[in-house]
T-cell receptor
């Protein structure tokens, strides 16, 4: 089975700290994603990457950056954490389509519940 | 702009069939329709995926009409453990189709 591992299940940080959220997948997937999930707002895409060193902004990239130096690892960075970044962060990966269509089979990690105080 | 529209919530009883419809008027031509299930404090889990007509697996069926502007997830004989949030996911031809953006989902509550 595909495994997507997020480094921390729960994290508590202080305002202004630099925060790193790590995600590792073991299935050689090309695509990786970072979402945040807040009550009533569903999942919102922060950043995604379709190859090593490649990244694209999602809908809410402000206050975040990402790094993908190796294919299996996709890191989300909060440059200066703020209280409005308290949320559940979900990482996902997916293989590149082999049919020419846009298949959407994402594999998610268990999430990191981040609290910024 | 929402790419998909689903009912916010649905209630059912154990043993009943549940149908959840998702509207996606602007689906990209080469895009698949994918459904996910999410339990509290977990990441979403893939349920089923299709391009057109009908797809069935051991968990659910997916019905897609010819115009592909909507899809219906069918859960046969639900149990209490099917209580979860269900999301449909498509690529929208108005947007970068690599942006996999979820809608707000449908919260299904199954009662005994």
């Amino acid at each position: 089975d595909v495994k997507v591992t997020q480094s921390s299940r729960y994290l508590v940080k202080r305002t202004g700290e630099k925060v790193f959220l790590e995600c590792v997948q073991d299935m050689d997937h090309e695509n990786m994603f970072w979402y945040r999930q807040d009550p009533g707002l569903g999942l919102r895409l922060i950043y995604f990457s379709y190859d090593v060193k490649m990244k694209e902004k999602g809908d809410i990239p402000e206050g975040y950056s990402v790094s993908r130096e190796k294919k299996e690892r996709f890191s989300l960075i909060l440059e200066s954490a703020s209280t409005n970044q308290t949320s559940m962060y979900l990482c996902a990966s997916s293989p590149r389509s082999t049919t020419g269509g846009q298949e959407r089979k994402l594999f998610f990690g268990s999430g990191t519940q981040l609290s910024v105080l | 702009l929402a790419k998909t529209t689903q009912p916010i919530s649905m209630d059912s009883y154990e043993g009943q069939e549940v149908n959840i419809t998702c509207s996606h008027n602007n689906i990209a031509t080469n895009d698949y329709i994918t459904w996910y299930q999410q339990f509290p404090s977990q990441g979403p889990r893939f349920i089923i995926q299709g391009y057109k007509t009908k797809v069935t697996n051991e968990v659910a069926s997916l019905f897609i009409p010819a115009d592909r502007k909507s899809s219906t997830l069918s859960l046969p004989r639900v149990s209490l453990s099917d209580t979860a949030v269900y999301y449909c996911l498509v690529g929208d031809k108005s947007y970068n189709t690599d942006k996999l953006i979820f809608g707000t989902g449908t919260r299904l509550q199954v009662f005994p």
